[in-house]
T-cell receptor, first 114, second 116 residues
């Protein structure tokens, strides 16, 4: 069964450093998403991506964040200068073209900023 | 703006018993979808079940069923015959189906513990 994959599973970084979180969505999916979940809290939407551009973003997704689909398979989230409060689980998700299609989530990357 | 409320921070159930996890939502849009996800301690988000606002029947997927009461704006998840492996966080989410936004809004989650 196809699945969304994410690497790395855990990333530890120093405050102020740049990190890139990687995702490989399901191959025939068209819509891609990043979410974050601070420990013990609910899942929060960051950004959605369709047709090689951002379609929606939340207020969390400020200038420190960027997304890219550098090739036909990868979807990346970059945080330019990490802050302590960026420590969270980051989920990538993808879905097909139908409105009823659920989003398939990846296993997440746990980001720890020291 | 849409809103999802899960009022039960934690629930306990005996193995093999049924359990209902509550979810209420608020939206003025007539076209929407409701989802439930399971998040085990390992952290991944697992899709469980989907209910469309225009679906005539309550959704069912194996041991999971969604008790959809549109007038009350509730979408409770019912897990029948609980298993130890059902112990996890459960998140209710809603996504509007119109207006071009397909971003789901998640509730705060309910922690379910299944006792042997």
């Amino acid at each position: 069964e196809p699945e969304v994959t994410q690497t790395p599973s855990h990333q530890v970084t120093q405050m102020g450093q740049e990190v890139i979180l990687r995702c490989v969505p399901i191959s025939n999916h068209l819509y891609f998403y990043w979410y974050r979940q601070i420990l013990g809290q609910k899942v929060e939407f960051l950004v959605s991506f369709y047709n090689n551009e951002i379609s929606e973003k939340s207020e969390i997704f400020d200038d420190q964040f960027s997304v890219e689909r550098p090739d036909g398979s990868n979807f990346t989230l970059k945080i330019r200068s990490t802050k302590l409060e960026d420590s969270a689980m980051y989920f990538c998700a993808s879905r097909g073209s139908q409105v009823r299609d659920e989003q398939f989530f990846g296993p997440g990357t746990r980001l720890t900023v020291l | 703006a849409q809103k999802i409320t899960q009022t039960q921070p934690g629930m306990f159930v005996q193995e093999k018993e049924a359990v209902t996890l509550d979810c209420t939502y608020d939206t003025s849009d007539p076209s929407y979808g409701l989802f439930w996800y399971k998040q085990p301690s390992s952290g991944e988000m697992i899709f469980l079940i989907y209910q469309g606002s225009y679906d005539q029947q309550n959704a069912t997927e194996g041991r999971y069923s969604l008790n959809f009461q549109k007038a009350r704006k509730s979408a409770n998840l019912v897990i029948s015959a609980s298993q130890l492996g059902d112990s996890a966080m459960y998140f209710c989410a809603m996504r509007l189906a119109s207006g071009g936004s397909y971003i789901p809004t998640f509730g705060r989650g309910t922690s379910l513990i299944v006792h042997p």
